[in-house]
């Protein structure tokens, strides 16, 4: 299967509506052949409907969908070069194992069907359950034929909706290692639906957040977490510390800010907005990006890094971090993970400490945006 | 010292032989729980099933007349004679029953299917009009066929100047430009008045089917209709033979149709058997054709469900 490396998806203006309901919002998109590509974004946010209008699922409302440059917006499922693995799999229950998989292959007419099977049973090690039916198989057996059932049709897309929703915590990292793997070994497009950030974060090339029918952002795993575009992505991507703050001197390479008393820094190349001097942003920074050192020894805290005083409120231990949150006066609640390397006795609830991190790890955000927003709905990170 | 039923407590020595009874008997009570259950329901089947069964086999190997009495003689024979003069009833009634079933299947597949997929806010109403007919009895609707089939009216006259009648009547369905009294209107009733026994469990299992796996069919290069021939109507199996055995039993043993929209010529074995026991009052004839009745279909259904391969459905 050398030969069927993935094909290039480009969606154009594409939306869908259900009445008066909006489920995504116009929206160009484009997935880079061969490349593993996450649509991320909490329930109802229009990923998978984006999935099925590529699938051709769901007529979209406006737009195009083109597979590999050809426009196959009019074409109905059967007629496109993808596969879908369905969430919770949707396995034909009449046929077994091996005809599930040989399924894809007898509706496009290839009579000798057995060699490609077994080797698709192979790769998802199911050479033994051929002849079983798809309710005597566990979870993640199932979720593996499925897998199997696509790709044995080489699809020039794989599309993957939410493929490991049903399955444990310790099954689901393993399948997705799986995943991984096959992706990387059969060289097909992957579009993979999840809500699960970590599991977005792990698998994916290119992530697309998805909030609301729209794309908040996309980018590469790293990228995302690092440099958030909007109070959404830093908040749904792992926990982001969000700090209003007034902007003291615009312009040059580096934003001087100012949040109660405290003055913070913020490289201009990393504010996601214009600031214009005596206006407001909001800066971010992530917790494990941050040090605490008691207030007694603020003096040994090396120049020219952001610091902000505060009191500990609260402190978790995690065994290789531990968790605090700190009420800082003019910055509010914030929280930092600490590694356990050497841990200061003193730093107990109801200390006094300073917070201090590298100007280069604060983001600069537009502070016209709800603060809190996906704040609720992603899986904190720990 | 508090006796307690609920749970013994570890007590003294003294104790136990007083509550060790107890609780026996109260585990046995228990385990009787299911019989006590089940009684009633086996009380009604002893009494109005087979009690009935073992009287009428008694009664099928009986000779006498009814002024003389009849008695037990073991005459087996009367199932030979039963059936080598009345076998052309026999085979009518399944011809008949089986001609039916499949009008049944034919009309209600379609419909079970709209129902259960394209009906969207309309099911509930569709579901109500299949049901319908049953507010009226059994009776009056076949009653009704017979008016609506009468000679001169409407429907004759439809089909007269659309010359259908002339091709059934040259089919041997019909005879010359009438519909009653034709074996075309006996499975015409029938096929209505079993139609909704069809329709119902068909519904029920096409429900049942996700619709993600015609999604899943259509993904993996299934055009429509082979999702239906692929997916759709293999899941669907339960329901064909439910339905088909709904239909067909009752309608082999039917004799209302035939008395009601058919002639001498169309009497199934159901009638013989109703004439046979009130009027020419020859009971041992008529249980054994009854229970000759029971033997065949029993045999044809067992046949039909291993051939259809659900086993596990019954």
Known sequence: MTQTSGGDVRLSGISKTYGSFTAVHPLDLTVPAGSFFALLGASGCGKTTTLRMIAGLEDPSTGTVELDGRDVTALPPYKRPVNTVFQNYALFPHLDIYENIAFGLRRRGIKSVKKQVEEMLDLVELGPMARRKPQQLSGGQQQRVAVARALINHPRVLLLDEPLGALDLKLRRQMQLELKRIQTEVGITFVHVTHDQEEALTMADTVAVMNGGRVEQLGAPADLYENPATTFVANFLGTSNLIEAEVVTAGGDELLLTAGETKLRLPAGRCRTTARTGGTVLAGVRPEKISLTHADDAGGIAEGRNRLPGRIRDAGFLGVSTQYVIESPGAGRLSVYEQNVERDPRLVPGADVVLHWSPAHTFGLDASQDIGAGADTGEEAA | ?314
Not at chain 2, 91 to 112: D, K, M
């Open chain 2, 1 to 314: 010292m508090t006796t307690s039923t609920e749970a013994p407590p570890p007590a003294a020595p003294g104790d136990a032989p007083e509550d060790a009874p107890r609780a026996r008997g109260r585990a046995a009570r228990k385990r009787l729980v299911p019989y006590w259950l089940l009684l009633p329901g086996i009380l009604w089947l002893v009494v109005f099933f087979a009690a009935p069964l073992v009287y009428q086999a008694s009664t099928s190997v009986q000779t006498g007349s009814l002024e003389e009495g009849f008695k037990v003689t073991w005459h087996f024979a009367t199932y030979w004679d039963a059936l080598g003069e009345y076998w052309p009833q026999f085979l009518r009634s399944v011809g008949y029953a089986a001609t039916a079933t499949v009008l049944c299947l034919v009309l209600g597949y379609p419909l079970a299917y709209l129902i259960a997929f394209k009906a969207g806010r309309w099911r509930n109403l569709v579901m109500i009009l299949v049901i319908a007919p049953f507010f009226t009895s059994f009776l009056i609707r076949t009653l009704a066929w017979k008016t609506i089939l009468a000679d001169g009216g409407p429907v004759v006259g439809v089909l007269n100047s659309l010359h259908v009648l002339d091709v059934t009547s040259w089919l041997g369905l019909t005879e010359g430009q009438r519909l009653l009294a034709t074996p075309l209107a006996v499975v015409c009733g029938l096929t209505y008045n079993f139609l909704p026994f069809m329709v119902l469990p068909l519904y029920t299992s096409l429900e049942r089917i996700d619709p993600r796996l015609h999604e899943a069919a259509g993904d993996l290069y299934a055009r429509p209709v082979t999702t239906f021939r692929r997916v759709t109507f293999p899941l669907s199996m339960p329901g064909v033979v439910a339905g088909t055995l709904l239909t067909f039993i009752p309608a082999a043993g039917d004799y209302i149709n035939a008395e009601l929209l058919g002639s001498t010529d169309q009497k199934m074995i159901g009638n013989v058997i109703q004439s046979q026991f009130l009027r020419v009052l020859d009971y041992p004839t008529a249980a054994a054709l009854s229970f000759i009745l029971m033997a065949a279909i029993l045999a044809m259904v067992t046949i039909y469900i291993r051939k259809s391969g659900t086993e596990d459905l019954v």
